[in-house]
C-alpha cells in the first residue's frame, strides 16, 4: 500500500502513521517524494486492506495499494528516477558509468595495468571478478580473496572503485570488505538467500540479468534486495538465452525501454557477455547508449589470447580506449556525459 501524507503533515503524525504499519506487521519504507511525504507499507499480500484504516489517521491524504507485485522497484512508488552513488560515482543520472576491466583478476600486473589503461581511457569504475561462476568445475575459479586484495591495490592506485562478484550468502561480508559495488552475477539473479542478505548490507547492488529470466522476474529480483531495506540497486542487462548461436547469448536491448517505463533504478549494458565476441561490443554499446542505458560494463584485458576467462569477448585496452572516443558523440547526442 502506498499512504500518502497531506503536505502539512508533521514529523510526528508521520512517526504515528509509521508505527501504525509496523504495528500491523508491515514494513515502513519512506519514499523520495518532490512535494509530500509518502509511505510505503510493504509485507505480505494477504490481509493488506487492514492497512486502509491509516487513511483515517491524522495527517494522512489517501492511501492505496500498489498494483504492481514489484513494489518498491515500481515507477508507481518512486515516479523519479534513483541515482545510486557507488564510492562517489553517481549511477543513474546524467553522467554515463562505464565500468570495465577483465573478467578475473588474474595477477598484480594485469589488474593495475588495466586499472590504469581503463582509467586513461574514461572508465569511472573497474570490474574484476574474484570469485568467479563457471560452467566447469575444472575451469579457473577465481582468485578468491587474494584477488579482493589485487583489486584494492588497483584501486588505490588509480582511484577507481571497484565492482566485484558475490556468489554465495556465505562470502557476503567478505567481498562487502573490498567491493564498492556488489555483483550479483546471471547465474544467481534468483538465488533468494543471497539477494536476502545483501538487502541487509548498506553498499549498492550490481543485478544482473539471469539468461532465462523475464523483464518480470528481474525485477522481482530486485525487489527482493530493496524490500530488506537496501534502495541501491543498478540493473544490468547482459544477454538472454535464445535459439540463436552465432553470438553468445542475445542481447537484449528492447528491456532498456520497458524497464525504464517500470521501474526508477537505473539499468547498464554489458555487451561483452551479451554477444561474446569482442568486434561486436562497439556497436553494441552504441546502440545501448541510444536505447537509454544509464551505463556500460565492458570486459577489458591487456593480453586476452591468454586470459584465464572470456578473452574472446575482451578488448585490448586500446580498443577499449577507441571505443569510448567513438560513443562520446552518441553520450553528447542523449543529452548525457562522460
Ligand atoms: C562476469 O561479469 O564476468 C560474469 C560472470 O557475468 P554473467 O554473470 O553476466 O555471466
Ligand atoms: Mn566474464
Redesign the pocket.
Known sequence: MIIVMQQEATPEQIEAVEKQITDLGYKAHEIVGVERKVIGAIGDERGKERLQMIESMAGVESVFPILKPYKLASRETQPQDSVIDVAGVPVGGKQIAIMAGP?SVESKEQICTTARLIKEAGANIMRG?AF??RTSPYSFQGLEEEGLKLLLEAKKATGLPIVT?VMNPREVDLVAQYADLM?V???NVQNFSLLKELGKIKKPILL?RGMMTTIKEFLMSAEYILAEGNRSVILCE?GIRTFETATRNTLDLSCIPVLKQETHLPVIV?PS?GTGYWHLVDSMSRAAIAAGADGLMIEVHPDPVHAFS?GPQSLKPEKFAKLIQTLRPFIELMGRSL
Open positions: 573478467c571478478g568467479k561462476p562478484e555483483q552475477g546471471a547465474r544482473k547482459r554489458d557477455h572470456d
